[in-house]
């Protein structure tokens, strides 16, 4: 039911559940696993291995071997996932797919949909619309591997198992498209568009072309890191590189319309509107019609996972009986849906106040499996969405107002246990705001009196468990977040979350002693290898030695309480004072949540708001009305979630006048 109960903020709207009967049935049987990555190999025989691999199959197949590393790098940043198939049953660091192998390997490992009793977690389950009979005819996208076999002359199950086989056979693909597009085999990269965007494995032209302008960004920008298993691979920049576009009208694919929809033009979009109905007795679903920015502010884009797949997310955002977002990005090419327009107020966030002040997106994927749907198509088609949105709506791309789902505040104190947890910690921050053009980075010296949480992601491994089974550990794997102890010790006690109600584990859901990348916190002290910031009301400690820092200085406002008062509360909404509330609307509570700010502790700032409440209750607008305040307000970064105080409890400052004390 949609009516008031005891809460008179319709917040519920956005704390729906996400998961029917049905799709908890479907992700416990799809659930993929993290696979183990070999340790790395980094010996100097060795090191330089796969490199090799694109020079030799470069040659062979007579492609440019900048092509050929542009192209593996957006299909798996080079990396092989110790053998394991992503969503659609892609191999290696070139994702050559066999659907049929890999739901073979699915079903041994799951075969009644739970976990394997042999314990083996090395394969992830293949995305639903892979899941097909074995005697069924795939589309050619999900058997590219067995046509690099036939082009290569190389076993399958060597292209599955074998990174340097997986190349030739990428390359072989590619020599493949260019040839039936009729075109030479060019040593200049420029020429090989209409082949980059063949070999997407699109459907459309948009999609196609999507993918293949992310490729000559790749080469424009160049790249360079250590693989997932321990291979160094480099890619030099090209930034003059003009691509041939005019080749994608050689690949014969077809046109989807974009009509209605709200997205930068170099991602392939659609509308599949979510609907705005009536259903039951004065009842309605699944948003509320607005008209933002002129009624009220877009302040914060929300990053969401589906934990679910595609084709049921879809359907999900269709009922009007469920919650809805304002965009689903789909995991294997990265084609964005977009459901419900950005000046109205989608139910996505499980806090009503950032609903009304938000956009959000969700990512198709599982929190526990980033190798096999968190892909860098998704990225990078999110990354411009996300700089399309902020430059229309002048959200700032910081961690302030570019939220996870997991730093979206509880808005009441009963709410907080429920609060989601996606994307999760192995959602790569670092990464994605590297795409945003807005890198994390050293702001300040040691005298800050901040810092911002920047481990290396792949080598920042903090165990983990329930991934696959409630208290047992998640395979290693690198994370964007940084555990968090009562002392220098890691042998001393997590930090307690009291909002929270329980003893904080390592469960890889449980929020409740762990930062995040991007994130940042006032230091409160130092001792050696350690750094102690202010969190949660406590002081708490996190390794961060200078070979290895997993946090840099920074600088910026904070705020404290006034002096005389020993402690200020702190809400999860920002909701204005009773007087401003016209007739007819009924005064929301202001309900601090059970936390403080303490005399002499320090807080980051994030942004000044005044107390606003969207008012929507009914399904015509007539009676919609936004209420503004007097009252203002501060975001801070108070715990791995934003929260928000009064500015007439709080002092705010530069973070330096508080280290130089």
């Known amino acids: 039911m949609r009516g008031h109960v005891t809460e008179p903020d319709p917040a519920h709207r956005g704390r729906r559940t996400r998961r029917t009967a049905g799709a908890v049935a479907s992700a416990a049987l799809l659930l993929p696993l993290l696979g183990a990555a070999p340790p790395p190999d980094t010996t100097e025989s060795s ?11 470069a040659t062979e197949y007579h492609v440019p071997q900048s092509v050929l590393l542009a192209v593996s790098y957006l299909q798996s940043r080079w990396d092989t996932h110790d053998g394991a198939p992503s969503v659609t049953g892609g191999y290696g660091p070139m994702h050559l797919t066999d659907a049929h192998t890999a739901l073979a390997t699915a079903t041994e490992h799951f075969a009644d949909g739970t ?30 591997l067995t046509r690099a076999a036939e082009l290569t002359g190389i076993p399958a199950a060597e292209l599955r198992t074998d990174p340097a086989a997986n190349v030739a056979g990428g390359a072989a693909l590619l020599a493949a498209a260019q040839k039936d597009l009729h075109q030479p085999p060019s040593a200049d990269p420029a020429d090989w568009y209409g082949a980059i965007a063949r070999f997407s494995g699109a459907d459309d032209t948009a999609t ?32 003059g590189l003009k691509a041939d576009t005019a080749q994608l009208r050689l690949t014969g694919l077809h046109t989807v319309a974009a009509d209605d929809t ?17 259903f039951g007795t004065n009842d309605y679903g699944n948003h509320d019609l607005s008209d933002r920015p002129v009624s009220q502010s877009i302040k914060y884009i929300v990053i969401h996972d589906t934990e679910g797949s595609w084709d049921t997310t879809v359907k999900l955002v269709q009922d009007p009986t469920y919650v809805s977002w304002n965009y689903t990005i789909r995991s294997t090419d990265g084609l964005i849906a977009q459901h419900v327009k950005a000046k109205d107020v989608a139910w996505h966030a ?3 106040y950032i609903n009304a002040k938000s956009i959000g997106i969700e990512h198709e994927g599982f929190l526990a499996s980033p190798d096999a749907w968190y892909t860098e198509a998704m990225y990078r088609a999110s990354a411009r969405l996300v700089k399309y949105l ?33 994307p999760g910690p192995y959602w790569d921050w670092r990464h994605y705001f590297e795409l945003l053009e807005h890198p994390f980075k050293r702001t300040a010296g040691k005298k800050g009196g901040l810092v911002t949480i920047l481990p290396d992601y792949a080598t920042n491994q903090p165990s983990y468990t329930g991934c696959v089974t409630k208290g047992q550990p998640c395979a290693a794997h690198g994370s964007d977040e940084v555990r968090l102890y009562s002392d220098h010790d890691e042998n001393s006690a997590l930090i307690k979350d009291i909002g929270l109600g329980r003893t904080p584990t390592t469960d890889v859901n449980d929020l409740s002693s762990r930062v995040s990348t991007g994130q940042q916190y006032a230091v409160a002290d130092t001792w050696g290898d350690w750094t102690a910031i202010w969190y949660l009301g406590q002081k708490a400690w996190f390794k961060n030695p200078a070979n290895a820092p997993t946090a840099v200085p920074a600088a910026g406002l904070v705020i404290t309480p006034k002096a005389g008062l020993t402690s200020v509360p702190v809400y999860g909404r920002a909701y204005p004072e009773a007087a ?12 601090p949540l059970p936390y403080t700010v303490p005399a002499g502790q320090e807080y980051v700032v994030g942004d000044e708001v005044p107390g606003e409440y969207f008012y929507a209750v009914t399904f015509t607008t007539d009676s919609h009305r936004v209420v503004v ?16 105080v009064r500015a007439a409890d709080v002092v705010v400052a530069p973070s330096s006048r508080w280290a130089k004390r």
């Open 350 to 352: 499980g806090n009503w």
């Open 262 to 278: 709200e997205c930068p033009t170099t991602v392939s979009c659609e509308w599949i509107p979510a609907p705005y109905a009536q």
């Open 47 to 57: 090191a330089g291995l796969l490199q090799r691999a694109f020079a030799s199959a």
């Open 208 to 239: 196609a072309a999507a993918y293949a302008n992310d490729v000559f960004d790749v080469l424009h920008t160049g790249e360079e890191r250590t693989t997932d298993a321990g291979q160094r691979v480099a890619l030099a920049a090209q930034p």
């Open 580 to 591: 401003a509330y016209p007739s007819g609307v009924p005064a929301q509570s202001i309900s």
């Open 629 to 644: 305040g007097k009252d203002l307000y501060y975001e801070i970064q108070y715990g791995h979630r934003v929260a928000f």
């Open 390 to 422: 902020s430059d229309e709506y002048g959200v700032p791309l910081d961690r302030q107002h570019i939220l996870g789902h997991d730093t979206v505040p509880g808005p009441t104190t009963s709410t907080i246990p429920g609060m989601h947890t996606d």
């Open 115 to 144: 976990e394997d009793p042999r314990g083996d977690s090395a394969r992830p389950a293949l995305h639903p619309s892979a899941k097909v009979p074995a005697n069924s005819v795939l589309p050619a996208r999900l058997k590219t």
